[in-house]
């Protein structure tokens, strides 16, 4: 079974409007962390945000908020007022204390901002 | 400034050779790891170290090997035998805990020729 799944291969916004990237994510352990990094065309991994297993609020970092679900398994990455510079892929994480803290990735979702 | 540097940025390989990828980190994290990504697609583990002098195969470790003499370095050697070493290689570093996340290196684009 996938540990993480982004079910969005590609994603359009229009600039300054909200956007929400979907990751779902399967674990059994108590113990974990929740991840999303940006990824330009240049390549280069960029982290936004974290979201612990045991956090009570969703996480918020400038623009980027966490839509943690904890019962759904579900850790939505939300970009509010999107700008052309959003225009990248985006992967969501996870780490779980019980598997060594290997990090596992989902697919990907390339966000493209309409101007 | 702390933080990854892989090199080199861009980098051509004739078939049968074998071509060595540099990771050097001085955020002084235990563990180290290597990625491969493909266009288009999202980041498959090849290699990872948790300590020095070890090292563990991740999930597409064949036709690649690494060494980890030193704690900052963590190099990766792209073999012969790897059939389609085309693509984007991501160096990352971490603590070694459940909450803190990878820092990654700017990647090494591998082109077969």
């Known amino acids: 079974a996938q540990k993480i799944t982004q079910t969005q291969p590609g994603m359009f916004v229009q600039e300054k409007e909200a956007v929400t990237l979907d990751c779902t994510y399967d674990t059994s352990d108590p113990s974990y962390g929740l991840f999303w990094y940006k990824q330009p065309s240049s390549g280069e991994m960029i982290f936004l945000i974290y979201q612990g297993s045991y956090d009570q609020q969703n996480a918020t970092e400038g623009r980027y908020s966490l839509n943690f679900q904890k019962a759904r398994k579900s850790a939505n990455l939300v970009i509010s007022a999107s700008q052309l510079g959003d225009s990248a892929m985006y992967f969501c994480?996870?780490?779980?204390?019980?598997?060594?803290?290997?990090?596992?990735f989902g697919t990907g979702t390339s966000l493209t901002v309409i101007p | 400034d702390g933080g990854i540097t892989q090199s080199p940025k861009y980098l051509f390989r004739k078939e049968g050779q074998n071509v060595t990828l540099s990771c050097e980190q001085n955020?002084?994290?235990?563990?180290m790891y290597w990625y491969r990504q493909d266009p288009g697609q999202g980041l498959r583990l090849i290699y990872y170290?948790?300590?020095?002098?070890?090292?563990q195969k991740g999930d597409i470790a064949e036709g690649y090997s690494v060494s980890r003499e030193k704690k900052e370095s963590f190099p990766l050697t792209v073999t012969s035998a790897q059939k389609n070493p085309t693509a984007f290689y991501l160096c990352a570093s971490s603590i070694d805990q459940t909450f803190y996340g990878y820092t990654f290196g700017s990647g090494t684009r591998l082109t077969v020729v």
């Open positions: 170290s948790q300590i020095v002098n070890d090292f």
């Open positions: 955020l002084n994290h235990d563990a």
């Open positions: 994480a996870m780490r779980e204390l019980s598997t060594g803290n290997q990090f596992y």
